[in-house]
C-alpha cells in the first residue's frame, strides 16, 4: 500500500509542478499585476514559482520516505532522504530568486543537520 500512495503522490508532485506552470504561472505572469516586492516584479514571480515548485519538491521527498518506511528503513535512518530533500529544496530560491529570497540559507541548514546527525 505505501509503494501505492508513493505512485499517486509522485504523479501527483509531477502533475502539480507542470500543470502549475503551464496553467496557472504563465498566465498569471502575463497579466502584469504582480506587486513589485524588494523593488521588482521579477523577485516576486522567481518568489512564486520557487513556492509552486517546493512543494512539488517536498511531496517527492515524502513519497521517497514511503518507498523507505515500506522496504522497512528504520525510522533513523530517514533522516538522510529528509536532509537531501531540504537541501534541494533550497536550490529552488537561490535560482528563481537569485538568492535574494533568504530561505535557501534555512533550507540548506536544516538539510545539513540532517545529514550530520
Not at 512539488?56 to 522497512?72: E, M, N, P, Y
Not at 535512518?77 to 537531501?84: C, N, V
Amino acid at each position: 500500500m505505501l509503494y501505492a500512495a508513493a505512485c499517486i503522490i509522485t504523479l501527483l508532485a509531477l502533475a502539480h509542478s507542470w500543470l502549475g506552470e503551464r496553467h496557472i504561472l504563465i498566465r498569471l505572469f502575463r497579466r502584469g499585476i504582480l506587486p513589485k516586492v524588494l523593488g521588482t516584479e521579477e523577485f516576486t514571480k522567481g518568489t512564486l514559482r520557487f513556492v509552486w515548485h517546493f512543494t512539488s519538491l517536498i511531496a517527492l521527498g515524502f513519497a521517497a520516505l514511503l518507498v523507505q518506511i515500506a522496504g522497512g528503513v528504520p525510522a533513523p535512518a530517514l533522516a538522510p532522504t529528509i536532509g537531501w530533500t531540504l537541501i534541494v529544496a533550497g536550490i529552488l530560491p537561490l535560482v528563481f530568486t537569485r538568492g535574494r529570497h533568504l530561505s535557501w540559507i534555512f533550507l540548506f541548514a536544516a538539510g545539513a543537520l540532517c545529514l550530520f546527525d
